[in-house]
């Protein structure tokens, strides 16, 4: 059983039991558990199920492997330069996106 999710303008193809890293969200620092419910496509034994654009009552629930704070991770160190030809003018700066680590519990469809 598989699901295609989008959370934070990303979509994802999810399993249960599968570990990810998604789009930084705003949660409580107390919560151990996030519910996704804009799920746009399900397969499962009986069959799949299309969404226009998302499914009525279908959920997948993720959670943290350890505390929200703890579950955020970095990226890698990303080094854009911008540069202006024949102009003497160059500019070096640094990004690092953070991400949420989350696990798949379950698939409610």
């Known amino acids: 059983m598989y699901a295609?999710?989008?959370?934070?303008?990303?979509?994802?193809?999810?399993?249960?039991?599968?570990?990810?890293?998604?789009e930084l969200t705003d949660i409580a620092p107390d919560a151990t558990t996030i519910e996704m419910d804009k799920v746009l496509f399900v397969q499962d034994d009986s069959?799949?199920?299309?969404?226009?654009?998302?499914?009525?009552?279908a959920k997948v629930l993720a959670?943290?492997?350890?505390?929200a704070?703890?579950?955020?991770?970095?990226?890698?160190?990303?080094?854009?330069?911008?540069?202006?030809?024949?102009?003497?003018?160059?500019?070096?700066?640094?990004?690092?996106q953070k991400h949420l680590q989350v696990t798949i519990d379950k698939i409610q469809a």
Request: aromatic share 8%; charged share 35%; hydrophobic share 25%.
């Open 4 to 22: 295609v999710v989008e959370q934070g303008g990303k979509q994802y193809k999810v399993s249960e039991g599968d570990s990810l890293k998604i």
């Open 47 to 57: 069959g799949h199920k299309i969404g226009t654009p998302y499914l009525e009552g």
């Open 63 to 67: 959670s943290f492997a350890k505390t």
């Open 69 to 96: 704070d703890e579950a955020v991770v970095k990226g890698p160190k990303l080094y854009p330069t911008y540069l202006r030809r024949r102009k003497n003018s160059k500019r070096r700066i640094g990004h690092r």
